[in-house]
């Protein structure tokens, strides 16, 4: 368990660092387009943390509510409520809050900025199709989501998305303003370069944004199996409940590309080959189970 989180905290900063520089070199790009040099910087910094404001202090409303979660209550749902409280003591950070998604569909996400302001929500489904220690596994993985600041990690990313994005759109216009920089001829081959990488850079710059997210995303959930894994001190429960969700063919009818990368199982069901696989947001159930039984002794077939 442990060296499986070392290896997937390593490799996470690693993808983190790409990321920053992939932002900070459309900021200079952007500049050196516009003939202003490293003020391009600048403003990307600027933008990312305008952008970040928003996402950092309303993000986990936003999603509770584009999901219809209700808070759970203790007639209704006392194990759940039960479970959430005992394993954040367990986890030593103060209990989030629990909400229920009215849907027959087995899944759950957690979201918040930190653990004070963090909150776990699980379907209905989920609840009525697991047994205990599933539901346990399931519940300790969302919370490692928590312990690991996972919840504000992928809102940060998904501000470098937009940064990238919004970037790469300013400078596809930038050449039908007719900016940036003019009289090429004279300017020399250095200009000329600077505008053929710059419009390369705003085709494949968000695709690669979105590329590194996804890694990120995909190294979060093996964080937090084996994060969930070491908490409950019990690998197989996970590992059932992932092969049930995965096997179950319910539809989640309140998912959607926004916020399908936040739930423990990708509610989308995207299929597809190697290329559809580099924009998964999930690694792979099989491999995720048999990373699980691997950290308890014993193998359970997918």
């Given at each position: 368990?442990?060296?499986?989180?070392?290896?997937?905290i390593?490799?996470?900063?690693?993808?983190?660092?790409?990321f920053?520089a992939?932002v900070?070199?459309?900021?200079w790009?952007f500049?050196?387009?516009l003939?202003?040099g490293?003020?391009g910087v600048?403003i990307?910094?600027?933008?990312?943390?305008a952008?970040?404001?928003?996402g950092f202090?309303?993000?986990?409303q936003?999603?509770?509510?584009?999901s219809?979660?209700?808070?759970?209550?203790?007639?209704e749902?006392?194990?759940?409520?039960?479970?959430v409280?005992?394993?954040a003591?367990?986890?030593?950070?103060?209990?989030?809050k629990?909400?229920?998604?009215?849907?027959?569909?087995?899944?759950a996400?957690?979201t918040?900025?930190?653990?004070?302001?963090?909150?776990?929500?699980?379907?209905q489904?989920?609840?009525?199709?697991?047994d205990?220690?599933?539901?346990?596994g399931?519940?300790?993985h969302e919370?490692?989501?928590?312990?690991?600041?996972?919840?504000?990690l992928?809102?940060?990313?998904?501000?470098?998305?937009?940064?990238v994005?919004?970037m790469?759109?300013?400078?596809?216009?930038s050449?039908?303003?007719?900016?940036?920089?003019?009289?090429?001829?004279r300017?020399?081959?250095?200009?000329?370069?600077?505008?053929?990488?710059?419009?390369?850079?705003?085709?494949?710059?968000?695709?690669i944004?979105e590329?590194?997210r996804?890694s990120?995303?995909?190294?979060?959930?093996?964080?937090?199996?084996?994060n969930?894994?070491?908490?409950?001190?019990?690998?197989?429960?996970l590992?059932?409940?992932?092969?049930?969700?995965?096997?179950?063919?319910?539809?989640?009818?309140?998912a959607?590309?926004?916020?399908a990368h936040?739930?423990?199982?990708?509610?989308?069901?995207?299929?597809?080959?190697?290329m559809?696989?580099m924009?998964?947001?999930?690694?792979?159930?099989?491999?995720?189970?048999?990373r699980?039984?691997?950290?308890?002794g014993s193998?359970?077939?997918?």
């Amino acid at each position: 368990m442990y060296e499986q989180i070392s290896s997937n905290i390593w490799r996470t900063r690693l993808v983190i660092f790409l990321f920053v520089a992939l932002v900070l070199a459309m900021g200079w790009l952007f500049g050196e387009l516009l003939a202003f040099g490293y003020v391009g910087v600048v403003i990307a910094a600027i933008v990312a943390v305008a952008m970040s404001f928003g996402g950092f202090y309303y993000s986990d409303q936003i999603v509770l509510k584009m999901s219809k979660a209700r808070p759970a209550n203790r007639e209704e749902h006392a194990y759940f409520l039960n479970t959430v409280e005992g394993l954040a003591i367990a986890a030593g950070l103060p209990a989030p809050k629990a909400y229920v998604i009215d849907d027959t569909a087995p899944n759950a996400f957690a979201t918040g900025r930190d653990p004070e302001h963090s909150a776990i929500a699980v379907t209905q489904g989920l609840m009525d199709k697991l047994d205990r220690q599933e539901l346990e596994g399931v519940v300790a993985h969302e919370m490692s989501h928590i312990q690991n600041y996972d919840i504000r990690l992928m809102g940060v990313l998904a501000v470098f998305v937009g940064i990238v994005v919004l970037m790469s759109d300013w400078m596809r216009y930038s050449f039908y303003w007719g900016g940036g920089r003019r009289d090429m001829g004279r300017a020399g081959p250095y200009a000329i370069i600077i505008v053929i990488v710059a419009l390369i850079m705003s085709i494949v710059a968000p695709l690669i944004a979105e590329v590194l997210r996804l890694s990120v995303s995909r190294k979060r959930e093996y964080l937090a199996d084996a994060n969930g894994a070491l908490l409950t001190r019990y690998p197989p429960g996970l590992a059932s409940a992932l092969q049930k969700i995965s096997e179950d063919t319910e539809p989640l009818e309140v998912a959607n590309k926004a916020t399908a990368h936040l739930y423990i199982f990708n509610p989308l069901r995207d299929v597809g080959g190697k290329m559809n696989a580099m924009f998964e947001t999930h690694p792979p159930v099989s491999e995720r189970i048999k990373r699980l039984s691997e950290m308890s002794g014993s193998y359970i077939e997918h």
